[in-house]
């Protein structure tokens, strides 16, 4: 069983596409998370959500939109896809949030031709 | 500025020797650390935690780490490298009031025959 799980693996496209990446958890956490994963390999929170609300909200371009229609899904809408949005995208979800573990889905890497 | 850093981009051990992997925090107040490891293609899995107390914790796949004040540090130790721990291992603090993870930039660990 899948505790975290995303789709797509993997999604290529043309710049200035809309793609959508979605997250399901089945393991009763109330906290969901997104993380960036650059190619260094840095890992940067993006946003979290606790029970639908909104926690966190990094500072990334608007074009970036996270939806929670219930607590077991964060999905991740991006608008008018830009090159620098290649990167890998992680979610990850945690019982009541920090500082409890985060359990990570296996990422979507995205790449933006 | 408050950072996460991880010295050692790779490291290559022959099989059976023994591991360690550097991680310096600078936050103020001592944070809640963290070791987590990620095998290609997969997400982040914990390893292991420290919160307070024994300064030496106990993680899975026989890792450990040593919490050391005085140096700002929290290296994670293996006595006997195995071939399946090659991955990247990133170290991750958060703050104490704080709601977010600051993750380093990760060591890439290749395990010789």
């Known amino acids: 069983d899948t505790a975290v799980s995303q789709t797509p693996k993997y999604l290529v496209t043309q710049m200035g596409n809309d793609k959508s990446i979605k997250c399901e958890q089945n393991l009763g956490h109330d906290t969901m998370y997104w993380y960036k994963q650059d190619s260094k390999k840095f890992l940067k929170i993006m946003f979290s959500?606790?029970?639908?609300?909104?926690?966190i909200n990094e500072t990334v371009p608007n074009r970036f939109s996270p939806k929670s229609p219930d607590k077991a899904h964060l999905n991740l809408h991006i608008n008018s896809l830009e090159l620098g949005d290649s990167a890998v995208y992680f979610c990850?979800?945690?019982?009541?949030?920090?500082?409890?573990?985060?359990?990570f889905g296996p990422g979507t890497r995205l790449t933006v031709l | 500025a408050q950072s996460v850093t991880q010295p050692d981009i790779h490291i290559t051990v022959s099989e059976g020797a023994s591991l360690e992997l550097r991680c310096n925090y600078s936050y103020g107040a001592t944070p809640y650390l963290f070791w987590y490891v990620q095998s290609p293609g997969q997400g982040l899995q914990l390893l292991l935690k420290?919160?307070?107390?024994?300064?030496l914790v106990q993680g899975i796949k026989g890792f450990e780490a040593e919490f050391k004040r005085s140096q700002s540090s929290f290296n994670l130790r293996k006595p006997s490298v195995h071939w399946s721990d090659a991955a990247e291992y990133f170290c991750a603090v958060l703050p104490h009031n704080f709601n977010k993870f600051y993750f380093g930039s990760g060591t890439k660990l290749n395990v010789k025959p």
């Open positions: 990850a979800s945690s019982p009541r949030g920090p500082p409890d573990t985060q359990y």
């Open positions: 420290y919160f307070s107390g024994d300064t």
């Open positions: 959500y606790n029970n639908k609300e909104l926690i």
